[in-house]
């Protein structure tokens, strides 16, 4: 089945730690993204890339960063500076006007 | 920064009911408007798209009424149900590959 994959589904931080949330499409899509969603907020564009060892910040992209390293991976790292970082976060990937999304992963700030 | 203006930002209908979700943009460069529909704890997916030729485009229950002079789109749920409560978001794509999202409606259908 092609698709987009998030790991993991649930993940816990402590404060000051970096995480990295894993992403990986076999769509063969040249451009992915990473959102950040808040509840009953609409979707925040955190990075995007349009082309391996490329990547262009989003609207919110302070706190975080990402790689592109492989066409079908792009790993965020939500890093300690990010003072908020508890949210879902939507990773997605795009043919031409279309993006298809990953199943999303939640994270919570201990 | 070019935005899309959704409303309203939450919505109850009865079922069998027509919920109307509006959504207005400002570029008139744009040229592809779907709909994304997203259930909780899962990622949005694409419900229906139309391009400024047409001014109605249907599939099944979904229509989405396009009117390019005023700059406003909207999406009509036909006989609506419970299963149809979920977020809706409008979107426009941006020339850099980046599609500009509306903030969403929270539609719930009353069974």
């Known amino acids: 089945d092609g698709g987009i994959t998030q790991s993991p589904k649930y993940l816990f931080r402590k404060e000051g730690q970096n995480v990295t949330l894993s992403c990986e499409q076999n769509?063969?899509?040249?451009?992915m993204y990473w959102y950040r969603q808040d509840p009953g907020q609409g979707l925040r564009l955190i990075y995007y890339?349009?082309?391996?060892?490329?990547?262009q910040k989003g609207d919110i992209a302070e706190g975080y960063s990402v790689s592109r390293e492989k066409k079908e991976s792009f790993p965020l790292t939500v890093t300690s500076a990010q003072k908020n970082p508890t949210a879902f976060y939507l990773c997605?990937?795009?043919?031409?006007?279309?993006?298809?999304f990953g199943p999303g992963t939640r994270l919570t700030v201990l | 920064q070019q935005q899309v203006k959704q409303s309203p930002q939450s919505l109850i209908v009865q079922k069998g009911g027509i919920p109307i979700i509006n959504c207005a943009y400002e570029?008139?460069?744009?040229?592809?408007f779907p709909w994304y529909q997203q259930f909780p704890g899962k990622g949005p997916a694409l419900l229906i798209a139309?391009?400024?030729?047409?001014s109605e485009k249907k599939e099944g229950r979904f229509t989405i009424s396009f009117n390019k002079s005023a700059k406003q789109f909207s999406l009509h749920i036909m006989d609506s149900q419970p299963g149809d409560s979920a977020t809706y978001f409008c979107?426009?794509?941006?020339?850099?590959?980046?599609?500009?999202f509306g903030k969403g409606t929270r539609l719930h259908i009353l069974p």
């Open positions: 997605a990937s795009s043919r031409v006007n279309e993006q298809f």
């Open positions: 769509l063969n899509h040249d451009a």
């Open positions: 890339s349009q082309i391996v060892n490329d990547f």
């Open positions: 570029n008139t460069a744009f040229d592809y």
């Open positions: 139309i391009r400024p030729d047409v």
């Open positions: 979107a426009a794509p941006n020339r850099d590959d980046k599609i500009i």
